[in-house]
T-cell receptor
Framework: DTAVSQTPKYLVTQMGNDKSIKCEQNLGHDTMYWYKQDSKKFLKIMFS???????INETVPNRFSPKSPDKAHLNLHINSLELGDSAVYFC??????????????FGPGTRLTVL | GENVEQHPSTLSVQEGDSAVIKCTYS??????FPWYKQELGKRPQLIID?????GEKKDQRIAVTLNKTAKHFSLHITETQPEDSAVYFC???????????FGSGTRLQVQP
């Protein structure tokens, strides 16, 4: 059973296009995240949702819009794609344990290439 | 916000040797420090974590130490094996609903 899944695994598209990445977790967690990993492997938080509520929105261009239809899903929509958006996007989930975050489980990643 | 620095960026050891990766953090309120291993083309996976009420934690060949006063924590891998070759990330969080802040990663290569 896949705990955190993402689709698609690879996404190649032209500049200016709009694309979406989907994420689903079957762990019953209440918090989901989107991270961006650039070509230098640096992992940076983009968004976090807790029980469908946006709780973290880092300095990300507003071309990126997360949507959480329910606790188990967190999708990422990107408008007007730019070359600099090329990266691997990881979805993750965790269960908050009081004041301390629990282990974050990562999805397999979506490699986005903008031409 | 939190800032996590990680050293070294690359580390090459001989099989059987020990490897040590060090991280420092800036937010004294951080209380959760996980370490993730990422193999080439794969997702990051948690290998060990430590919370601020503990100074050291061990799991077989892997150990993590935390010095809250100095705001640094380290990963120790003993008896390294070729399958330990990967990129290792440290991270820190002050808990609640805050996300992890990751270090820049250490590429560990274990030479057979």
């Amino acid at each position: 059973d896949t705990a955190v899944s993402q689709t698609p695994k690879y996404l190649v598209t032209q500049m200016g296009n709009d694309k979406s990445i989907k994420c689903e977790q079957n762990l019953g967690h209440d918090t989901m995240y989107w991270y961006k990993q650039d070509s230098k492997k640096f992992l940076k938080i983009m968004f976090s949702y807790n029980n469908k509520e946006l709780i973290i929105n880092e300095t990300v261009p507003n071309r990126f819009s997360p949507k959480s239809p329910d606790k188990a899903h967190l999708n990422l929509h990107i408008n007007s794609l730019e070359l600099g958006d090329s990266a691997v996007y990881f979805c993750a989930s965790s269960q908050l344990q009081g004041l301390t975050p629990g282990e974050q489980f990562f999805g397999p990643g979506t490699r986005l290439t903008v031409l | 916000g939190e800032n996590v620095e990680q050293h070294p960026s690359t580390l090459s050891v001989q099989e059987g040797d020990s490897a040590v990766i060090k991280c420092t953090y800036s937010d004294s309120a951080s209380n959760y420090f996980p370490w993730y291993k990422q193999e080439l083309g794969k997702r990051p996976q948690l290998i060990i974590d430590i919370r601020s009420n503990v100074g050291e934690k061990k799991d077989q060949r892997i150990a993590v130490t935390l010095n809250k006063t100095a705001k640094h924590f380290s990963l120790h891998i003993t008896e390294t094996q070729p399958e330990d070759s990967a990129v290792y990330f440290c991270a820190a969080s002050r808990g609640g609903r805050r996300a992890l802040t990751f270090g820049s990663g250490t590429r560990l290569q274990v030479q057979p």
